[in-house]
């Protein structure tokens, strides 16, 4: 069956780096773009970063913009979310999902999650 599990994540120093992996199984991951997505207490999920299948472009927020890094790798069906400079603010549950083909701004567009992993950035 699809299954998309999140590792990596933990409790880090502000100003730290943590990497992220979604592994996934039950699917060719070459035919899918893979969001990772975040949500922190009493705050609605959002979009962090995206990767697409078609050209393997990527996305990321504003939020994220320069510190926070995907990445693909097909043959071992992993994705990787690399995040440096982390802050405080980044603390949240990290989930990774899929879409068909090309990343989407919806959420709905995205039919399977993983179980999520908690992100801690605190001194």
């Known amino acids: 069956q699809v299954q998309l599990v999140e590792s990596g994540g933990g409790l880090v120093q502000p100003g730290g780096s943590l990497r992220l992996s979604c592994a996934a199984s039950?699917?060719?991951?070459?035919?899918?773009?893979i969001g990772w997505f975040r949500q922190a207490p009493g705050k609605e999920r959002e979009g962090v970063s995206c990767?697409?299948?078609?050209?393997?472009?990527?996305y990321s927020s504003d939020s994220v913009k320069g510190r926070f890094a995907i990445s693909r790798d097909n043959a071992k069906n992993t994705v990787y979310l690399q995040m440096n400079s982390l802050k405080p603010e980044d603390t949240a549950v990290y989930y990774c999902?899929?879409?068909?083909?090309?990343?989407?701004?919806?959420?709905?567009?995205?039919?399977?999650w993983g179980q999520g992993t908690q992100v801690t950035v605190s001194s």
């Open positions: 999902a899929r879409a068909p083909m090309v990343c989407s701004d919806y959420e709905y567009e995205y039919d399977y």
């Open positions: 990767i697409s299948a078609v050209d393997t472009s990527t």
């Open positions: 039950g699917f060719i991951l070459d035919y899918y773009a």
